[in-house]
């Protein structure tokens, strides 16, 4: 069941992309309105209104912050973590640091590691490591599609960590995962039996909301660190490249759509996130630093 849903879900996203979507309908817009001998005429009305609706979406999504705002709706579901006051520091179980800031690319038959967007997932789960060295790490992240040669992306990421000062035997290595789903369940099998402190889990903060409500439905109590933050809703026109654009329109679209899904499966708690002010309600005892 696990694997159909992984399949399914990078199938059905392939489909559901606005970019592709948008995209799509002015490609075959366009080859419904190509001249066929005793072709019927509705082909080709249907084909300029199908062509014209698809221009006309992809002009909004790019002119438009459509994305910057759908973005920042999730982004400030989370508060940032700060640092504790001295001495008022609350008992954690450890840090959960999801992947997707890694990943491996053939060059000329090398293998070479690479950072993406997402890095400051690491750099805030090294920041904390820091600040409070008595808590283990924990690296949960596999391949989403293996690839000859490179390492899954948790070994990754505890190499990077330990770089950035955390000591290797803190770090738990969770390299199996594929999705949130199984981030979640995963760290959930790996979290001491009887454990009652919550995790600090360390991500995106647009891709919070589905995290802790994923977490919340395997049964592991987190307090919310997101990073990563894309959109500064004071100036949603600060961006005005195309392109940049309608990546933060997939983006958005994908974790909204995560959302649903992982509702309607059951993978998700009935308590995500939900407020610019909220920490997880099974941790909301704990106060909002590290």
Not at 145 to 166: D, I, K, T, W, Y
Not at 195 to 205: C, E, H, K, M
Not at 234 to 245: S, Y
């Amino acid at each position: 069941m696990t694997d159909a849903f992984f399949a399914l879900s990078k199938l059905a996203w392939v489909v559901l992309a606005p970019s592709n979507r948008l995209v799509g309908m002015i490609a075959a817009g366009l080859l419904l309105q190509v001249r066929i001998a005793r072709r019927p005429a509705w082909p080709a009305r249907w084909g300029r209104r199908l062509a014209v609706t698809g221009a006309v979406g992809l002009i909004a999504a790019t002119a438009l912050p459509v994305g910057d705002v759908a973005l920042a709706t999730l982004e400030r579901r989370s508060a940032p973590l700060e640092p504790c006051t001295a001495g008022l520091a609350p008992p954690y179980a450890g840090v959960i640091v999801l992947g997707g800031a890694l990943s491996a690319i053939a060059i000329n038959d090398h293998t070479v590691e690479r950072m993406g967007e997402a890095s400051d997932r690491l750099r805030l789960a090294a920041t904390i490591a820091r600040a409070r060295p008595e808590l283990p790490i924990l690296a949960s992240g596999g391949m989403t599609f293996a690839s000859p040669g490179a390492r899954n992306e948790a070994p990754m990421m505890q190499a990077l960590l330990s770089e950035l000062g955390v000591a290797p035997e803190r770090i738990i290595i969770e390299q199996a995962s594929r999705t949130t789903a199984e981030n979640a369940r995963l760290a959930a099998a790996l979290s001491p039996a009887g454990a009652t402190a919550p995790w600090i889990l360390v991500t995106s903060a647009y891709h919070m909301p589905r995290a802790v409500g994923a977490f919340q439905s395997a049964g592991l109590a987190v307090v919310a660190a997101p990073t990563d933050w894309q959109v500064d809703p004071h100036a949603p026109w600060q961006t005005w490249n195309a392109a940049d654009r309608l990546d933060r329109l997939n983006t958005a679209a994908k974790e909204y759509l995560g959302l649903l899904a992982y509702r309607v499966s059951g993978r998700l708690s009935a308590s995500p996130p939900g407020r610019s002010d909220s920490q997880s309600p099974t941790a909301a005892a704990a106060p909002a630093c590290y």
